[in-house]
């Protein structure tokens, strides 16, 4: 709960409910349809593969167990008894839910089992030389935090609306970036989150300069955010996008907290989640209202911030 407590969209959507409880009502279905399917996974798939191998069993076997392992996960229970608590009315929808489970069950069997952990990036560009090699490294870190796709399904709904309104608003459409934007803005703030802590000997060990190791970082975080703003409003989302790098520069470098995979990232707390926000959203909209020219002070403050903190960062190593 701590973690949840610290994410920045989520806090915005519970603020947002308690002002406007109609008005939230989406984003907090939106988070919630994203947490659903990770709580609604076998649990036996946190055991490593090789240690489940050792075991003699055969193959309807360990079909059993997955289907025992999946009974004993709380979510099934909780859908089961919505209809219970809330009333008749809400069977259909239970039933719907626990038919998600079921189906995200059986695509992480069929994961685990046909494509081995070698391939499953292989739509990915190998990247070339150190830095590309880390900038892939990055993009596969951000792919197993939940903030991204909790990202993806605001952008897909963004789109969808975009689409099919015959006028649709152009102060919507730059509300939904900015949203977007705020999907990601606690993994601003913790750009080391997945690295443990051999994972930042390595760092300290390569021959690169700390900015190089933190443009890698951000490249990473850059192309996911553009490629969820992309048929929204690129230069605003690009502008919020910049601005969030260059104040989580700081939390992510002076405060580093390791985060769960497959967990929404807990962000800074205090004062300076919230300038963060703010300072991203007053960049967005003033290169929407005003120009894209904005985008080269955000530039320029990102730039500033790049080499500071890839100081700072060398200097953590040699200390």
Not at 46 to 74: A, D, M
Not at 90 to 108: D, E, G, I, K
Not at 160 to 186: I, Q
Not at 202 to 226: E, N, S
């Amino acid at each position: 709960m701590s973690k949840l407590a610290g994410n920045h969209f989520l806090v915005f959507a519970l603020l947002l409910f308690a002002m406007a409880p109609r008005s939230a009502g989406f984003l907090l279905m939106l988070a919630g349809l994203v947490i659903f399917f990770p709580l609604s996974l076998d649990p036996l798939r946190r055991l490593p593969k090789e240690r489940l191998l050792l075991f003699p069993f055969t193959t309807s076997e360990r079909i059993r167990i997955r289907i025992l392992g999946f009974l004993f996960s709380p979510v099934p229970w909780v859908i089961l008894g919505v209809p219970i608590w809330a009333g008749r009315r809400y069977l259909r929808v239970s039933w719907m839910l626990l038919l998600v489970a079921v189906a995200a069950n059986a695509m992480s069997i069929l994961w685990l089992r046909d494509i081995d952990q070698a391939r499953r990036w292989r739509l990915l560009p190998t990247g070339s030389g150190p830095l590309g090699g880390l900038v892939v490294k990055n993009l596969r870190e951000m792919f197993h935090l939940l903030d991204p796709y909790a990202g993806l399904a605001l952008a897909l709904a963004a789109t969808v609306y975009r689409v099919t309104s015959p006028k649709p608003d152009p102060e919507a459409v730059l509300g939904l970036s900015l949203l977007v934007a705020l999907t990601l803005s606690s993994a601003a703030q913790r750009l080391f989150a997945l690295d443990s802590k051999h994972g930042l000997t390595r760092y300290a060990l390569m021959p690169m300069a700390g900015w190089r190791v933190l443009l890698a970082k951000d490249t990473a975080f850059l192309l996911v955010l553009l490629m969820l703003v992309l048929p929204l409003n690129p230069c605003a989302g690009l502008a919020a996008g910049l601005v969030l790098l260059a104040f989580g520069h700081g939390p992510s470098i002076l405060d580093p907290q390791p985060q769960t995979p497959w967990c929404f990232v807990s962000g800074a707390r205090g004062w300076s989640g919230w300038v963060q926000v703010l300072a991203m959203f007053a960049a967005g909209i003033a290169t929407f209202r005003w120009s894209p020219v904005i985008l080269i002070p955000c530039l320029a403050g990102y730039l500033g911030s790049l080499f500071y903190f890839g100081a700072r960062l060398e200097g953590r190593w040699r200390g």
